[in-house]
């Protein structure tokens, strides 16, 4: 296993689990030309791979045609000289010129994997995870290093890829385009799969048939975006959620990206993958180097559904730093949908204390305690607390909520400053804005630049005093606004082109030293919802609120959507009240729990207005995910039910890694008449054929009366459920029989047990 290379045929083979990725050096001109990647071959002579590549290799030898250049698959193509198909990099040199031509110089192959230069990138975990090669590539003319890195992941069919360039030459250099890296194929009969949505209404998946042309994915926001996940995958056009082949690139980046699947005019395909070159530019000055953003790759060969347990896999393991670690995270309480602006220090505390009482376990203080941000037309930028709402402050606040037996936990929006702000009266020229230009507002603020140490520095240090002066053991992170007028006043001109990406690295700057600080601080990232939902942010925090979209319905696409790259552990899900803010819409409390369990679990509503009887189903809530949350956070997921094409349920299930225990959930969306047209028999998946599992129903949907209606929710059922004893096979191959339901929205949840 791992990575090995055969001098004699020049040929690089990396081993990841079942995956073969192999990379041919043309032994005379040291072009460097991709080979394969699928399946794990296990042969190690592999030269036969070069096919009509030994007869029309890539040449600038004279007599030679090197027009070819236009067939070859590249590792690393480049743009200017004679390859028209989509690139990874472009130069320009300080005469203007724009051509760059890379050949093998030498290379390193070692056990590890490194860490990158201000960027989060997935990490070995034990020794002998990992192994890495460093494949050194030169342009003779421009004296530029292009450094390309693999790493493949022993266990996992994983191999993740970076570039690192270094200008060499005395002169300076522009990096116009710099994108991580690059996937050939020797055909184009793929689909391409991709994330698109808006917000409150992010990761709908969308399948595309890839023909000569291309599909595109990608951002020009400042931010990954709603609208496009970094994610880009092509699989075979008859593959399913469990066969078929995938082949899934995920950016480790949360800024302007793009991702590109080509059909070129040879019948091959090409997919690349990296920072948005659209307002890029970078100046590398003699010796200095620029690292670009980490792409993971996947292979499956078990469809789509392997690949999204892929990636859980690597992202629970290799990436996300969980500060409960072998525990469930705290069930929390938001009082967003509850208060909104609206909240008075005694509010607060009577929702703590009902909360408390339910077993809630952190309380959440959202936007609205610092400066006078009454509205959200003015006050961010100046975080100091707001004592006329809160008298004491945080401290006192957090001390009380603390004295209820809770965790305490707060909302900021450190990226922004609203132009009614002490911060802005004194910095306006902090604000990322086009000398002469009209300033764009979005909900009502503007941007930080955060390319700026001393605009991070300052930003850092109000929240830090605030964070050492009280006892808070939460923080979400929100950004609720694009960049527009990108340009800094910081920057000389032929520098502008740097202020997206630099701004990218001041946010990951500070969130690391957030992380630092304070270690045990549990930091969910928000942005509108799941508008900056990507692996770069999950390094530092293991939870991103999903959606500011909290109806359980409209939740069920969004969840599942995020989870095909994002183990459900990090998608951020609350109980929100009935009539649902965002649609109207009314389901029963149960169903609104499977969901929010779907995710991080927690509450956004006035608890206080609820009755007993639907305070005790919460405490059955919170009873459920103490018992069964280890399933959904370390377990592998299975989609059954696919909610995005079936109009009338939607069913999850998650296995445990030993497959003794699942939890099943399942919801009715759509009710249908009569007896055996409304059953349906579920086939489960994951488990083990043989065993027997004790199949017990642990919650159904209660109906939701009129009555109930403008209250938080419904009564539980009364209806009993006998558990049965079925085999793995039966319940697998035959299915689970589930009856009809009586309403739209109802549904359960089914514990299973090895025996
Ligand atoms: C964003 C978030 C919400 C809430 C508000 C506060 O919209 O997504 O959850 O925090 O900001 O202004």
């Known amino acids: 296993m791992g990575i090995l290379f055969h001098e004699q045929a020049g040929i690089f083979k990396l081993d990841a689990l079942d995956t073969s990725y192999i990379i041919g050096i043309f032994d005379d001109e040291k072009f460097v030309s991709h080979l394969y990647y699928g399946k794990r071959i296990i042969d190690s002579d592999v030269n036969y791979l070069y096919g009509p590549l030994v007869r029309v290799r890539p040449s600038v030898l004279p007599g030679q045609a090197g027009r070819i250049m236009d067939a070859i698959p590249f590792e690393y193509p ?43 990138a997935t990490f070995e975990k034990e020794e002998g995870d990992c192994n890495t090669l460093e494949l050194i590539c030169r342009d003779e003319t421009l004296n530029l290093k292009v450094t390309l890195l693999y790493t493949t992941f022993e266990y996992l069919n994983v191999i993740t890829r970076t570039v690192l360039i270094t200008n060499e030459n005395a002169a300076a250099i522009y990096l116009k385009r710099v994108l991580s890296g690059c996937l050939e194929f020797d055909h184009q009969n793929f689909d391409v799969l991709t994330l698109h949505g808006s917000w409150e209404r992010e990761c709908g998946p969308v399948r595309t048939l890839l023909r000569q042309g291309k599909v595109t994915t990608g951002s020009t926001r400042g931010e990954s975006g709603p609208t496009d996940n970094p994610f880009l995958a092509v699989l075979d056009p008859a593959a399913t959620e469990d ?24 019948r091959g395909s090409r997919l690349v993958m990296g920072i948005n070159p659209v307002n890029f530019s970078w100046k590398l000055e003699q010796g200095e180097s620029f690292t670009a953003p980490e792409i993971v790759m996947v292979y499956s060969g078990q469809g789509i559904g392997k690949m999204s347990r892929t990636f859980h896999d690597l992202y629970r393991n290799h990436l996300i730093r969980d500060v409960y670690p072998g525990t469930p995270r ?70 009380e909520i603390n004295d209820l037996g809770m965790k305490f936990g707060l909302w900021i929006e450190p990226e922004m400053v609203s132009p009614d702000s002490e911060l802005f009266r004194a910095h306006p020229d902090w604000a990322i804005q086009i000398p002469g230009r009209h300033r764009s507002l979005f909900r009502h603020q503007y941007v930080l630049d955060w390319s700026r140490k001393e605009v991070r520095d300052y930003i850092y240090d109000m929240i830090h005093h605030v964070l050492s ?60 919802g799941g508008s900056r939902f990507d692996p770069g942010v999950l390094y530092y925090s293991p939870q991103i609120w999903g959606s500011d979209d909290s109806d359980a319905i409209e939740r069920i696409q969004i969840e599942m959507g995020a989870s095909m790259c994002y183990p459900l552990s ?19 409390l149960e169903t609104r729990g499977y969901v929010a369990m779907a995710g991080t679990f927690g509450y956004e509503l006035d608890i206080t207005r609820m009755s007993e009887a639907e305070k005790d189903a919460v405490r059955r809530q919170v009873d459920i995910y103490h018992k069964y949350n280890h399933i959904v956070k370390e377990g592998d997921l299975y989609r059954i039910g696919d909610p995005f094409e079936n109009r009338d349920y939607a069913c999850w299930m998650v296995v445990s890694k030993d497959k003794k225990e699942a939890l099943v959930t399942y919801i009715q969306t759509h009710a249908l008449p009569g007896y055996f047209g409304a059953s349906r028999k579920l086939r489960l998946k994951g488990l083990t054929e043989e065993a027997l599992y004790e199949t017990t129903v642990i919650s159904v949907s209660a109906e939701v009366r009129n009555e109930d209606v403008h209250s938080e929710g419904a009564q539980n059922s009364q209806k009993t459920y006998d558990s049965l004893t079925l085999s793995g096979s039966a319940l697998m191959n035959a299915g689970y029989w589930m009856e009809r339901l009586e309403g739209d929205y109802m549904g359960m949840m089914i514990y299973l047990k090895a025996k």
């Open 78 to 120: 480049t743009y200017g000289c004679g390859d028209y198909r989509e690139h990874c990099l472009e130069v320009e040199t300080i005469d203007g010129y724009h051509a760059c031509d890379l050949r093998y110089e030498s290379h390193k192959i070692y056990p590890g994997k490194p860490r990158l230069n201000g960027l989060p």
């Open 243 to 266: 066969t078929g082949e995938v082949f899934a690139m995920n950016l480790v980046y949360s800024g302007n990206f793009l991702g590109v699947a080509e059909g070129h005019h040879f």
């Open 330 to 399: 705290p069930i929390l309480i938001n009082n967003w949908e509850a208060t909104y602006f609206g909240f008075t220090y005694e509010k607060l505390i009577e929702i703590a204390k009902e909360a408390a009482k339910c077993g809630i376990e952190l309380f959440v203080l959202d936007d609205g305690w610092f400066g006078n941000r009454n509205d959200e037309m003015r006050g961010l930028g100046d975080w100091f607390v707001n004592e006329e709402k809160l008298p004491g402050g945080i401290r006192r606040l957090s001390e």
């Open 469 to 528: 002066n009280a006892n808070v053991a939460y923080i979400k992170w929100d950004m609720n606004r694009t960049l527009t007028e990108p340009a800094s006043a910081s920057l000389p001109a032929d520098r502008q082109g740097e202020l997206c990406h630099r701004y990218v690295l001041g946010v990951y700057e500070i969130m690391g030293r957030l992380r630092d600080d304070f270690p045990s601080l549990l930091l969910e990232n928000c942005s509108a």
């Open 570 to 588: 990090t998608i951020g899900a609350h109980v929100s009240a009935v009539p649902n803010h965002q649609t109207g819409r009314i389901t029963s």
